[in-house]
Structure formats: structure tokens, C-alpha cells
């Protein structure tokens, strides 16, 4: 790719995602248009590039964003977080929402849906304990690719090694030939939207706990704080944001504060 290519794509990345691209990233970038290129009957790169500064073609567009995201992910991804949910966040949550019986949780970075469905399966684990009440799990994205891999709900058998616990994939999924479809029932439980996080998304309504994990690292310090300032004015004063383990808020912004001891859980500073 030439500079001023690399320059025009990384830009345009950027207005369009807020994932920022750097100069170490050339490799990655020709290593996922490649594809994009063939689909397009475009016979180079430099061609893909010169077609995206011309007219305004919308599925180019759409499917060279969604190339250059990473969708990375796996159920109970890094444990801890979930083993959290079920024994701090949504005790408190049955106790703080008792009165109403009602709550809703928000997956940001939905990628391919073992995050919103490893919620979906703490959930209905804990069954018993939720009678009478009404939920909903909320998973946003991106990519379309990614979202429908998840709204099928069906996963590689290396992915169903990565993280899941033998008895719920037992319970929780049906091999079908070399994969593993995800039970009607854990997958009814997640509702999936195509979401900008650069956009406004306040048409979602408000959040208990919202999952923004993993996506934060691809943006830079103002995109970070713009998203997570406008997540904070989805949450009541009790709610609760969870980030993966590389990413903070601190010296992002000051509408969070990190729970004390539970690391990866931020919540509201009061008065903020
Ligand atoms: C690495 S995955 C994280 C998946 C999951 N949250 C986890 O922790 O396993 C990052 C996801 O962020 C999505 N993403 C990147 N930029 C985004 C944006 N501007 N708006 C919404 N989603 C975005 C990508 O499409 C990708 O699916």
C-alpha cells in the first residue's frame, strides 16, 4: 500500500469505527483486504482503496470496516469477571431490584456472542432464583459478520473448548456434524443490534450492567472517554460497567470509578 493509501485508509478506518491503525499495522491491514479485494472482483489493494475515495458504495464500505475488526472472543473469557456476576453483581441486583423485578444488561462489543450467551447461561443457572422476574440481555456490534455468527449461535469445536465448562456445553449445546449449536433457549434470551459505539445509542434505553470489553483498546484516549461518558448516562446511580483486563478508566474519565476490590467492575463516581 502507498503512504498517502495508508494514510486516505487509516483515516477513514478511524471516522468510521475509532479504531486506530498504526504504522505497524500495514501487514494486518493487506492481510485482511485481500479477501475484501476478491470479493469485489477488485484484482489489487491500491484498486480497493482508489474505489473507497470514489463514490459512496455502501456495502464496500461496510464490509472493509467490519474487516478491520477483531472479534476475538470466548465464553467466560477470562473467568474471574463472570464468576463475579454470579456471586456479587447480580445478588445485588436481586436485592437492589426487588421492588420492580426488572433489569436489563448491555454487551456493548457483542463480537460473536459467547459474551451476551455466557450471561444468558449464568442466568438461567440461577433459574430458581428469578421467577416472577423480567430481563433482558442486549448485544450490540459492528460487525454484521460477527452478529450473525452469534444470532446462529454456532461455534467451532475449538471454541466451545475455550473457556466452557464440560456440563454447560452439555446442557447448553447440540453437536451438530464438527460444531455446537448454542440451545434455542439460551439463544431467544439475547437480542442482537448493529451498533456503532462512535453513534448515538441512546435508543437502547437504560442498562443495570453494561459488558464494554475487549473494545476499548482499539481507540484512542477521547473516543474512550466519549463512549464511556455516554454509557454513564445509561446506567442508574447503582449501576455497574465491567472492561477487560487491559483496559481502565482511569485517566479516561471521571464519570467511573473502579469498585473497590473487584477488579475489571467500575462504577458511577456519585456526584460526577
Ligand atoms: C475483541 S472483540 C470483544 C468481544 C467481547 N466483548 C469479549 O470481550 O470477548 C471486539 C469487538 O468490538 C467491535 N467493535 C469495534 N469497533 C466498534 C465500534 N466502533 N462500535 C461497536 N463495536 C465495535 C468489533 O467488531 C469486535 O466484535
Redesign the pocket.
Known amino acids: 500500500m502507498k503512504p498517502d493509501d495508508f494514510a486516505f485508509f487509516t483515516k477513514y478506518i478511524y471516522d468510521q469505527?475509532?479504531?486506530v491503525l498504526g504504522a505497524d499495522k500495514m501487514y494486518l491491514i493487506e492481510s485482511r483486504l485481500a479477501p475484501v479485494a476478491r470479493k469485489f472482483n477488485l484484482a489489487t489493494i491500491d484498486l480497493l482503496v482508489a474505489q473507497l475515495r470514489g463514490p459512496r458504495d455502501a456495502n464496500l464500505q461496510r464490509e472493509v470496516v467490519?474487516a478491520m475488526?477483531?472479534?476475538?472472543?470466548?465464553f467466560f473469557?477470562d473467568g474471574k469477571p463472570f464468576d463475579q456476576f454470579k456471586s456479587l453483581v447480580l445478588p445485588q441486583l436481586l436485592a437492589n431490584r426487588a421492588a420492580k423485578k426488572t433489569f436489563r444488561i448491555w454487551?456493548?462489543?457483542?463480537?460473536?456472542g459467547?459474551?451476551p450467551y455466557t450471561i444468558a447461561m449464568i442466568l438461567k443457572e440461577a433459574a430458581t432464583q428469578l421467577i416472577g422476574w423480567r430481563y433482558e440481555i442486549v448485544g450490540?456490534?459492528?460487525?454484521s459478520e460477527?452478529l450473525d455468527r452469534a444470532r446462529n449461535g454456532v461455534y467451532t469445536q475449538f471454541e466451545v473448548q475455550r473457556g466452557l465448562p464440560i456440563q454447560l456445553l452439555v446442557k447448553y449445546f447440540k453437536q451438530q456434524g464438527d460444531k455446537w449449536q448454542i440451545a434455542p433457549e439460551i439463544r431467544a434470551m439475547v437480542q442482537y443490534k448493529n451498533?456503532?459505539?462512535?453513534h448515538d445509542f441512546g435508543a437502547l434505553g437504560g442498562f443495570d450492567v453494561v459488558?464494554?470489553?475487549?473494545?476499548l483498546i482499539?481507540?484512542d484516549q477521547k473516543t474512550k472517554g466519549n463512549i464511556l461518558e455516554r454509557i454513564a448516562k445509561l446506567m442508574p446511580p447503582d449501576g455497574l460497567l465491567y472492561l477487560?483486563g487491559a483496559e481502565t478508566v482511569l485517566g479516561v474519565t471521571e464519570k467511573f470509578q473502579p469498585m473497590p476490590n473487584q477488579r475489571g467492575i467500575y462504577q458511577l463516581t456519585p456526584g460526577k
Open positions: 469505527s475509532g479504531i467490519d475488526t477483531t472479534n476475538e472472543s470466548f473469557r454487551c456493548a462489543a457483542a463480537s460473536t459467547q459474551e450490540t456490534d459492528l460487525s460477527a451498533y456503532n459505539l462512535l459488558f464494554c470489553r475487549n473494545v482499539y481507540f477487560g
